[in-house]
């Protein structure tokens, strides 16, 4: 069984055991959803980050994780461009979503356009789910979801101990926080000039024709 699968599997049994209604979170590919999803049209909200930088953060994850040996980067940076890593390419998982943006029941945001106008894409969130809050609300939705009130969040679930879902949750494998910088262009620090134009080159060559852009910096 590809890990992929096994993430899948995985994903399905913690679901069971969660009450409606539910909200859920998920890197998986619309294909590997369950098919209610689309039968019953739930309510998507996919967030879309610009790819050198889901290439440096997913790096940062991986770098540590045991099953891939203290990955360097170099090797990372092909493995990812080629879609070797769990989930499969960045470049197939994201147009998947993209190419359903206009179905009512799908929600296509960008991370760099959330960054700059958090009030408004909270906003927007709360009438794809037939939300009407009231300007208090969005005001404490918009503070409790800064980097800040999240890095507290996660170092609260590192303390504890009680809960082996917060403790798992905590930190990714027991080393790094799962909250990093959060900031646009960090894969400045380390893209190479070579592997910058190679990015360059395969960004335009798969979303030739898509419509889809993002900010990189």
């Not at 998986?28 to 440096?56: G, H, M, S």
């Not at 958090?118 to 005001?139: G, K, Y």
């Not at 918009?142 to 999240?150: G, I, P, R, Y």
């Not at 926080?177 to 960004?203: H, M």
Request: charged fraction near 30%; hydrophobic fraction near 35%.
């Amino acid at each position: 069984m590809c890990q992929e699968a096994v993430e899948v599997f995985l994903f399905l049994l913690l679901l069971k055991n969660i009450e409606s209604q539910r909200v859920i979170t998920s890197h998986l590919r619309y294909r590997f959803l369950p098919k209610q999803v689309d039968e019953k049209k739930t309510k998507i909200i996919y967030v879309a980050r610009n790819p050198k930088d889901v290439f440096t953060s997913w790096f940062h994850f991986l770098k540590n994780d045991p099953r891939y040996g203290h990955l360097p980067w170099e090797t990372y940076f092909n493995g990812a461009l080629s879609g070797e890593y769990i989930f499969g390419s960045w470049f197939d998982h994201v147009l998947e979503f993209w190419n359903m943006r206009e179905q009512e029941n799908v929600l296509f945001l960008k991370y760099e356009d959330l960054k700059s106008n958090v009030r408004e894409t909270v906003a927007s969130i709360a009438n794809h789910l037939n939300l009407t809050p009231t300007d208090d609300v969005i005001d404490k939705v918009v503070q409790s979801t800064s980097l800040d009130e999240m890095k507290k969040r996660y170092k609260q679930m590192e303390t504890d101990t009680q809960d082996p879902f917060k403790i798992h949750y905590g930190k990714t494998y027991g080393i790094n926080s799962y909250v990093r910088k959060g900031k646009i262009g960090d894969w400045k620090n380390l893209f190479t000039v070579a592997q910058n134009e190679e990015f360059d080159r395969v960004f335009q060559e798969k979303m030739k024709d898509s419509g889809l852009s993002f900010v990189f910096q």
